[in-house]
């Protein structure tokens, strides 16, 4: 006999999943790694960038402890990061992905519990959702502080979500979707049941496969329509 699964805890990464940013990350590097002394167009600025694209999704103060070493430089580049995506967030460069708002309200609508997740500090996740009016758009918003300060690849604020909401009684009927290998990789070792990625940000099918996700969407718009279909 086949486990009727609810699929009613919907956790949902943000920049690439849901929201468009343009490349702000990397700018937003730029401006933290030259207050730190690192220069623009040297070997050393390169080698960073390039880990920080190759990282995404993780939290960001740990991809800074990985770069720069000691705590406090890593907290120094971190404020510096954020403060600098904030003002460009302020800006108006980040715009929800096609269809995103749509399909968060038909998850709601259909009765799901939707939680929003984000490798960012709260003070980026809340100018971001400010900036796009979505402060009450989903049931709850997560930052990795809020999980005891693991972000991605750690499954910490999968398991926050189903403990806080309690919409759900199984990991199983956990939906995780993303679009990074670590976002993947999150989803699985919480044992989230549907773990989704889609193909409008950081990485390609091939990579989002290897790291465990069970199916590869072109969008978050079309996730509704997959849990209705596997219902």
């Not at 700018?27 to 390039?50: C, I, M, N, S, Y």
């Not at 309200?105 to 259909?110: G, I, N, T």
């Not at 049941?193 to 465990?212: F, K, P």
């Amino acid at each position: 006999m086949t486990e009727n699964r609810t699929q009613n805890l919907i956790v949902l990464d943000m920049a690439g999943t849901t929201v468009a940013d343009g490349g702000l990350v990397e700018r937003a590097f730029g401006q933290a790694a030259e207050r730190l002394g690192v220069e623009p167009g040297t070997p050393d600025h390169a080698d960073k960038l390039q880990y920080v694209l190759d990282t995404m999704g993780e939290s960001k103060i740990s991809v800074f402890r990985h770069l720069f070493g000691t705590e406090e430089l890593a907290r120094r580049a971190n404020s510096a990061f954020e403060e600098a995506y904030g003002e460009l967030v302020d800006g108006g460069l980040v715009t929800p992905l096609p269809g995103a708002r749509a399909a968060i309200e038909k998850l709601r609508a259909d009765g799901r519990t939707v939680v929003l997740t984000t490798g960012f500090a709260r003070v980026t996740q809340d100018a971001i959702l400010d900036a796009l009016g979505w402060q009450d758009l989903a049931d709850l918003t997560l930052c990795p502080a809020d999980a005891g300060g693991r972000g991605r690849p750690f499954p910490d604020m999968v398991l926050t979500a189903f403990l806080r909401t309690g919409a759900v009684d199984d990991v199983r009927d956990l939906v995780v979707a993303g679009d990074t290998a670590y976002d993947m990789l999150s989803g699985r070792r919480a044992g989230a049941g549907t773990v989704a990625g889609v193909l409008t940000g950081a990485h390609d099918r091939a990579a989002l496969t290897e790291h465990g996700a069970t199916h590869v969407l072109t969008s978050v718009a079309e996730l509704p329509a997959l849990l209705v279909e596997s219902a």
